[in-house]
């Protein structure tokens, strides 16, 4: 399988049901959260996850000497789990309430907008910041894999001399199916399902009944890096200590450089940056105020997308400026 027959969400709403708004939801959650439709999204090989065999050590050949033998080698591999998690939510209007315009369903949707941005939002953050082992419900996003320049990933974290508590991240990812990509469980949909369940009786804080209409909204997913070759961290980024022109604080354009050589063929995959809007306008007024010319604008899926030599720049809220340092 190519990188370009790879799933992504916007892919998968486009073979919905028409009358299940799925696409219209899928493309809320897009305005909102950009990394939900740049990533690559594959079904999983368990149904709880996905399972992949990774490389774990290649064999060292002997020069031979005329009349001497050579031992026995030979490769090893590991396998490693990722799972899932399922995200899930409610929504529900009194009947008479939403009956009153004479226009149920657009009244439905634009009560149901805050529920779906909320979703869109609580994985967006999950990718980045998901921990299963202080939140097993949850699975494990970038940051607790990338959290250590001392560990076998630790060439891939780059620092930037954030001391502070108002540090942030520019990530790097190149998505791929043998490299990082987005998993839904085996045999289950992929993206946010959206049902609506119809009239129903409700009961209110006192345990009383009333007619009105319920939603249900169901996420189930994770994420595999199975090469973290092509994740590159830059954190340590203290907000407070950035400056238009580079004189003090961290060098994006530099930093960010530096990140585009560490994997080993950006060509194979499809590597995107991202970063929240204060970093993002930062670093444009840098490469102004240095007369740099990495910079660009470009349209992707019709959108205006900022780049950096050739690689889009995502601009995700999901990011924070609150991010505990990394030693």
Known sequence: MTVGTLITLT??????????????????????????????????????????????????????????GVPITKGQTKQVDDVC?????????DKDLADLNGNTEAFRLTQ????????????ASTIFYGNQVTDPEKFTGLTPRFSSTSAENGCNVLKADGTGSDNTSIWLVGWGERSC???????????????????????????????????????????????WRYV??????DVSNLTKDASAGADLVDLMTQAL?????????????????????FLRR??????NVQISMSEVAGRRVLDFDGVPVERCDALLNAEDRVS
Not at 182 to 187: A, V
Not at 194 to 208: F, I, K, P, W, Y
Not at 232 to 237: A, L
Not at 261 to 281: A, G, H, M, Q
């Open 11 to 68: 892919d998968w709403a486009k073979v919905q049901d028409p009358d299940g708004k799925i696409a219209k939801v899928i493309e809320i959650l897009t305005q909102q959260n950009p990394i939900l439709q740049s990533s690559y999204w594959m079904e999983g090989n368990l149904p709880t996850g996905h399972r992949h065999t990774v490389r774990g050590g290649i064999p060292v050949p002997t020069w031979r000497m005329l009349n001497y």
């Open 85 to 93: 998690g399922i995200l899930e939510d409610y929504g529900q209007v």
């Open 112 to 123: 149901d907008k805050a529920h779906i941005e909320g979703m869109g939002n609580a994985m």
């Open 181 to 227: 990509f987005g998993i839904y469980p085996k045999g289950s949909q992929a993206g946010l399902v959206a049902e609506d369940l119809g009239r129903q009786t409700l009961v209110d804080s006192n345990g009383l009944m009333y007619e009105g209409y319920r939603s249900h909204y169901q996420w189930k997913a994770g994420l595999a890096v199975a090469d």
């Open 232 to 237: 590159v961290r830059i954190c340590n980024i």
């Open 261 to 281: 050589e560490l994997p080993p063929d950006l060509n194979t995959v499809k590597p995107v940056f991202y970063c929240n809007r204060t970093i993002r306008s």
């Open 286 to 291: 840098q490469i102004k105020n240095s007369n």
